[in-house]
């Protein structure tokens, strides 16, 4: 088949944007291949496909026609004389090439085609950018005088965690069935061994399958491989899978179950403002609504521009770091709080279930089981009604639901409980221990928050007092941490034993020294710097780094605590 002319607006449909490929690189390889078009061979020899319209007499004269009839009729064969079809198939890649107009019933003019084409978006891998993307282009414009999609998004291609690509004959194919669903060790072996072209390569994947799976795979549920997927999902990248990371995304639908499991104790059978009435909306209330607002925005922004490795990361972000870590103990402190008013309850329990169902809706593409799951009785509390969340609004972003007062002063109370842990942690004080707090060079903003916000500060952060340091008082030796330009000071006297404390940072300081020395000599071996790759000296690097960093916080610890 001459491909040339075929070609030519096929080119054209490319450089003038009626076709646009995402990532945009990837136009350069069609571009590569077709301005150095050769003609096509469209016969295979293979047992399916479209047999090829080629009839043959006795002599081996060739009549082509779209029916034996036609090719008589058209060069006048008398009906004695005998044809024979070409045994042949039109290539596979022929028969494709039609499919985005073949499968809505052209040559006829149906419904479908007058609907359906041409598509908005084809979603395909760059190994077959020619050989389908290139020819469906131009048997579209061919047949229908129009492109068949407008933007073509290239994914990469799922590697196995060493960067090979998956294959039979490899034997280190990886069914996503046994990912969701799970499978033992010899079970997994003996799939990989079986129906392979090299059956001299069963000994090595065996071996391979032990160390790499020597406890088989377990079963992670579809839910979290999708949302692997869409994770990995970087422009046009390959991708190496991994179990660890679709270990994680398992944890991740397991804390989006639990989350939702604490917001229905607390919100099922109360009046969640369903119907109306009086509600207080706190500033973390406010906080979280807002920052909802900004992921929704975030993500569709993300879809329309098809990072979903982006849309993935602000869901992941949202759920686990802002509404599990923060909000959901926040609202602790107001719903089992005695002296919180009625209307605050109820301002705390419809926001619980409001954000948690639009979180629903914006996920639910990425997790579609869980979602629904939880939705279903999440969505009654929520005010809403319908039978399954996939019929429901995607969400959109509504701006003027961002408070940034309301970010702003919750960020302050985060600061000063992270400032409160980080102490705790670096002092190894009792985490149960109420601490008392100490503060210098507060501004009027700064009162303000700690008023409107100590209820938080003694629930969450475990605070039993804070009190403000007059400017000339002289400050008790204490551990200090900042919150803004604010000083928060915890004495250290009576919260540690000294000499234990001292021990224990000497034991810490030796280990870390003798990881760092390791480190140096590694960095100070010739041999190890020419010869290991660049990422991998540069991690090396970064280490010797951090190493002296926990050093340096660790004797400044240890000059505090003998201090006292």
């Given at each position: 088949?001459?491909?040339?002319?075929?070609?030519?607006?096929?080119?054209?449909?490319?450089?003038?944007?009626?076709?646009?490929?995402?990532?945009?690189?990837?136009?350069?390889?069609?571009?590569?291949?077709?301005?150095?078009?050769?003609?096509?061979?469209i016969s295979r020899q293979i047992w399916w496909g479209h047999r090829i319209p080629a009839w043959y007499d006795t002599d081996g004269?060739?009549?082509?026609?779209?029916?034996?009839?036609?090719?008589?009729?058209?060069?006048?064969?008398?009906?004695?004389?005998?044809?024979?079809?070409?045994?042949?198939?039109?290539?596979?890649?022929?028969?494709?090439?039609?499919?985005?107009?073949?499968?809505?019933?052209?040559?006829?003019?149906?419904?479908?085609?007058?609907?359906?084409?041409?598509?908005?978006?084809?979603?395909?891998?760059?190994?077959?950018?020619?050989?389908?993307?290139?020819?469906?282009?131009?048997m579209g414009l061919r047949f229908m005088n129009d492109v068949p999609f407008r933007e073509v998004y290239i994914h990469g291609l799922?590697?196995?965690?060493?960067?090979?690509?998956?294959?039979?004959?490899?034997?280190?194919?990886?069914?996503?069935?046994?990912?969701?669903?799970?499978?033992?060790?010899?079970?997994?072996?003996?799939?990989?061994?079986?129906?392979?072209?090299?059956?001299?390569?069963?000994?090595?994947?065996?071996?391979?399958?032990?160390?790499?799976?020597?406890?088989?795979?377990?079963?992670?549920?579809?839910?979290?491989?999708?949302?692997?997927?869409?994770?990995?999902?970087?422009?046009?990248?390959?991708?190496?899978?991994?179990?660890?990371?679709?270990?994680?995304?398992?944890?991740?639908?397991?804390?989006?179950?639990?989350?939702?499991?604490?917001?229905?104790?607390?919100?099922?059978?109360?009046?969640?403002?369903?119907?109306?009435?009086?509600?207080?909306?706190?500033?973390?209330?406010?906080?979280?609504?807002?920052?909802?607002?900004?992921?929704?925005?975030?993500?569709?922004?993300?879809?329309?521009?098809?990072?979903?490795?982006?849309?993935?990361?602000?869901i992941y972000s949202f759920t686990w770091d802002e509404y599990c870590d923060w909000y959901l103990e926040l609202s602790k402190s107001?719903?089992?709080?005695?002296?919180?008013?009625?209307?605050?309850?109820?301002?705390?329990?419809?926001?619980?279930?409001?954000?948690?169902?639009?979180?629903?809706?914006?996920?639910?593409?990425?997790?579609?089981?869980?979602?629904?799951?939880?939705?279903?009785?999440?969505?009654?509390?929520?005010?809403?009604?319908?039978?399954?969340?996939?019929?429901?609004?995607?969400?959109?972003?509504?701006?003027?639901?961002?408070?940034?007062?309301?970010?702003?002063?919750?960020?302050?109370?985060?600061?000063?409980?992270?400032?409160?842990?980080?102490?705790?942690?670096?002092?190894?004080?009792?985490?149960?221990?109420?601490?008392?707090?100490?503060?210098?060079?507060?501004?009027?903003?700064?009162?303000?928050?700690?008023?409107?916000?100590?209820?938080?500060?003694?629930?969450?952060?475990?605070?039993?007092?804070?009190?403000?340091?007059?400017?000339?008082?002289?400050?008790?030796?204490?551990?200090?941490?900042?919150?803004?330009?604010?000083?928060?000071?915890?004495?250290?006297?009576?919260?540690?034993?000294?000499?234990?404390?001292?021990?224990?940072?000497?034991?810490?300081?030796?280990?870390?020294?003798?990881?760092?020395?390791?480190?140096?000599?590694?960095?100070?071996?010739?041999?190890?710097?020419?010869?290991?790759?660049?990422?991998?000296?540069?991690?090396?690097?970064?280490?010797?780094?951090?190493?002296?960093?926990?050093?340096?916080?660790?004797?400044?610890?240890?000059?505090?605590?003998?201090?006292?």
């Amino acid at each position: 088949m001459k491909i040339g002319p075929l070609a030519e607006p096929a080119i054209r449909a490319v450089e003038d944007g009626s076709i646009r490929f995402i990532p945009d690189n990837w136009k350069n390889t069609y571009f590569e291949w077709m301005r150095n078009i050769q003609d096509w061979c469209i016969s295979r020899q293979i047992w399916w496909g479209h047999r090829i319209p080629a009839w043959y007499d006795t002599d081996g004269n060739i009549y082509v026609g779209r029916s034996e009839r036609e090719a008589r009729e058209k060069h006048g064969l008398a009906p004695d004389i005998t044809l024979s079809q070409d045994e042949d198939v039109l290539d596979t890649w022929f028969s494709s090439a039609l499919w985005p107009f073949s499968t809505l019933g052209w040559p006829e003019d149906t419904e479908a085609v007058r609907t359906f084409y041409p598509t908005s978006v084809l979603v395909t891998g760059f190994d077959i950018i020619f050989f389908w993307v290139a020819r469906m282009i131009m048997m579209g414009l061919r047949f229908m005088n129009d492109v068949p999609f407008r933007e073509v998004y290239i994914h990469g291609l799922v590697r196995d965690a060493h960067g090979q690509k998956m294959s039979k004959s490899k034997g280190n194919v990886l069914d996503p069935i046994d990912l969701i669903d799970g499978i033992d060790l010899e079970s997994l072996i003996a799939k990989r061994r079986g129906g392979l072209m090299q059956p001299k390569m069963a000994d090595r994947i065996e071996k391979l399958t032990r160390k790499d799976f020597p406890d088989g795979v377990p079963a992670f549920g579809t839910d979290a491989l999708r949302f692997t997927y869409a994770a990995l999902a970087s422009t046009g990248r390959d991708i190496n899978f991994d179990l660890g990371r679709i270990e994680g995304y398992r944890n991740f639908c397991n804390k989006l179950w639990n989350a939702a499991r604490y917001v229905l104790l607390n919100t099922e059978n109360e009046d969640c403002c369903q119907g109306g009435g009086e509600i207080e909306l706190n500033a973390a209330d406010r906080w979280i609504t807002s920052l909802l607002q900004k992921t929704t925005q975030e993500v569709v922004e993300y879809t329309d521009s098809y990072r979903f490795d982006l849309v993935a990361q602000a869901i992941y972000s949202f759920t686990w770091d802002e509404y599990c870590d923060w909000y959901l103990e926040l609202s602790k402190s107001v719903l089992m709080d005695a002296n919180s008013s009625a209307a605050a309850k109820r301002g705390t329990r419809k926001t619980l279930v409001g954000v948690m169902e639009g979180l629903l809706r914006l996920a639910h593409p990425i997790i579609p089981f869980i979602t629904e799951e939880i939705w279903q009785r999440m969505a009654p509390l929520a005010g809403i009604e319908g039978d399954t969340i996939m019929r429901q609004p995607y969400p959109n972003a509504d701006i003027t639901r961002i408070d940034q007062a309301a970010i702003d002063e919750t960020e302050w109370v985060k600061d000063f409980i992270i400032g409160v842990r980080k102490i705790r942690s670096g002092m190894n004080i009792d985490p149960r221990k109420p601490l008392p707090v100490l503060l210098q060079n507060g501004s009027a903003i700064d009162q303000a928050r700690l008023a409107q916000n100590r209820h938080y500060l003694v629930s969450v952060g475990r605070v039993e007092s804070v009190e403000w340091l007059d400017p000339k008082q002289l400050a008790p030796e204490s551990a200090t941490a900042l919150v803004g330009n604010m000083k928060l000071l915890i004495p250290l006297s009576g919260l540690i034993d000294k000499d234990t404390e001292i021990i224990r940072l000497g034991k810490e300081l030796d280990k870390k020294t003798g990881e760092l020395e390791r480190c140096e000599k590694k960095l100070n071996n010739a041999s190890f710097i020419d010869k290991a790759p660049v990422a991998v000296v540069e991690k090396e690097r970064l280490r010797a780094n951090d190493l002296k960093n926990a050093i340096s916080n660790l004797e400044e610890q240890q000059q505090r605590i003998q201090s006292l």
